[in-house]
């Protein structure tokens, strides 16, 4: 069971806008920023976005990320093949026990 | 560029340690945290820990609390990763990642498979 909870799947089809949403907490993203990853099977993880809506360089701006109160969000327009992968959320978490959370993943799927 | 090189794959027996390294290259070691993620066959990322080069200081999830340990060697711009009483439930692809911020891991290591089995 995630701290941060995904939807487990999302699709689309090519040029299409698709969105996923991340919904946690006060003590992670209510008050902290969020991350976005994406990771294709059998590879690392790649950093998507930061800081709720920074995309590191060399991201395509069809890359999006949004936050408001304690749920995030991550857009894709545009979308293509290559899109196809898991997506991760993840922040810190102030509670007790602080320490980095993620969400369960979302497998997005390009029809 | 910067380059993080983990350690080769492990198989261990229940109740073993496995220490898994890191190497960081391309940048200075010391100005960047160093996190531990890992991921079972099929699973989510699960956060374990960090550790500051610079000064030493660690933070450990709680739930590896106790059984984890980071370390490093500043000459050799290496962390060290070490994960003691395993399980078979510790299976998994282990991951080093430079953290600038927190939760913010811009590279990532290519990942270091430990399966635990009798």
């Known amino acids: 069971q995630s701290v941060l909870t995904q939807p487990p799947s999302a699709s689309g089809t090519p040029g299409q806008r698709v969105t996923i949403s991340c919904s946690g907490s006060s003590s992670n993203i209510g008050s902290n920023t969020v991350n976005w990853y994406k990771q294709v099977p059998g590879t690392a993880p790649k950093l998507l976005i930061y800081?709720?809506?920074q995309r590191p360089s060399g991201v395509p701006d069809r890359f999006s990320g949004s936050k408001s109160g304690t749920s995030a969000s991550l857009a894709i327009s545009g979308l293509q093949s290559e899109d196809e992968a898991d997506y991760y959320c993840a922040a810190w978490d102030d509670s007790l026990n602080a320490y980095v959370v993620f969400g369960g993943g979302t497998k997005l799927t390009v029809l | 560029q910067v380059h993080l090189v983990q350690s080769g794959a492990e198989v261990k027996k229940p109740g073993a340690s496995v220490k898994v390294s890191c190497k960081a290259s391309g940048y200075t070691f010391t100005r960047y945290e160093i996190n531990w993620v890992r991921q079972a066959t099929g699973q989510g990322l699960e956060w374990m820990g960090w550790?500051?080069?610079?000064?030493?200081?660690?933070g450990y999830a709680q739930k590896f609390q106790g059984r984890v340990t980071i370390t490093r060697n500043t000459s050799i711009s290496t962390v060290y990763m070490e994960l003691s009483s395993l399980r078979s439930e510790d299976t998994a692809m282990y991951y080093c990642?430079?953290?600038?911020?927190?939760?913010?891991?811009?590279?990532w290591g290519q990942g270091s498979l430990v399966t635990v089995s009798s």
């Open positions: 990642a430079r953290g600038p911020d927190t939760a913010r891991f811009d590279y």
């Open positions: 550790m500051n080069p610079n000064s030493g200081n660690t």
């Open positions: 800081s709720n809506n």
